[in-house]
């Protein structure tokens, strides 16, 4: 079974620092989500990409994140500087478009970094 | 603004005893709902799409429905590994292109007691 791929699994980090996480998209998914879940307020999309092309970053709070896909099989959601309250799970998930006809694929959620920051 | 609201947050079930989670929603237009089960530790795993009222989908043990406001995910004769939160999510059909925003509920938790 495909998979999407994300590294690390776990992060522990200080108020502060950088923190750098990874997504492996599924091989020939050209859309890329990255969702973001507390208990709270459940999964809030952040940012996604179709063929590596930024669509919509509207729910990331822009002074301190970033994300980019510099390649295909290559997604990345940077904090800087991070916060306590980006203590969360973030998601990687990726899939064909949504949305345009029957059997059109589904996301494909990888399995989260959890982010702690002290 | 798009919104899902799911009930209970939280269910128990007795292994065999049937029940319903609910998903309602209001959203410009729908082109799709769909539900997710989500395993502790783990992302969120695709379950069904429905995409008009009246439409449903059926997976072992569990059904998914839709009307126009709301979706139930039935399920049936529950066993012990049906246990796991289940999320709703809308894909609103009032889109500019390439919008493919899906809003998720915050999910129902369910545990099945053997």
């Known amino acids: 079974d495909a998979r999407v791929t994300q590294t690390p699994r776990h992060k522990v980090t200080e108020m502060g620092q950088e923190v750098t996480m990874r997504c492996q998209p599924i091989l020939g998914h050209n859309t890329v989500f990255w969702y973001r879940q507390t208990m709270m307020q459940g999964l809030e999309l952040l940012a996604y990409?179709?063929?590596?092309?930024?669509?919509?970053d509207s729910g990331m709070p822009k002074d301190r994140f970033s994300a980019e896909m510099p390649d295909a099989t290559l997604a990345t959601l940077k904090i800087q500087p991070s916060e306590p309250r980006d203590s969360a799970v973030y998601f990687c998930?990726?899939?064909?478009?949504?949305?345009?006809?029957?059997?059109?694929?589904?996301?494909?959620f990888g399995n989260g970094t959890r982010l702690t920051v002290t | 603004e798009d919104q899902v609201t799911q009930s209970p947050e939280a269910l128990r079930l007795q292994e065999g005893e049937s029940s319903s989670l609910n998903c309602s929603y209001t959203?410009?237009?729908?082109?799709?709902l769909f539900w997710y089960r989500q395993d502790p530790g783990k992302g969120p795993e695709f379950l069904f799409t429905l995409y008009s009222a009246g439409e449903e989908k059926e997976k072992e043990r569990l059904k998914a429905t839709l009307t126009k406001k709301e979706s139930f995910l039935h399920i049936t004769a529950p066993k012990p590994e049906d246990s796991a939160t289940y999320l709703c999510?809308?894909?609103?059909?009032?889109?500019?292109?390439?919008?493919?925003?899906?809003?998720f509920g915050t999910g129902t938790r369910l545990t099945i007691i053997p």
């Open positions: 959203v410009s237009g729908l082109r799709g």
């Open positions: 999510a809308v894909l609103p059909g009032i889109s500019n292109f390439g919008n493919e925003k899906l809003t």
């Open positions: 990409f179709r063929n590596r092309a930024p669509l919509d």
């Open positions: 998930a990726s899939g064909s478009p949504l949305g345009q006809g029957a059997g059109n694929s589904p996301l494909h």
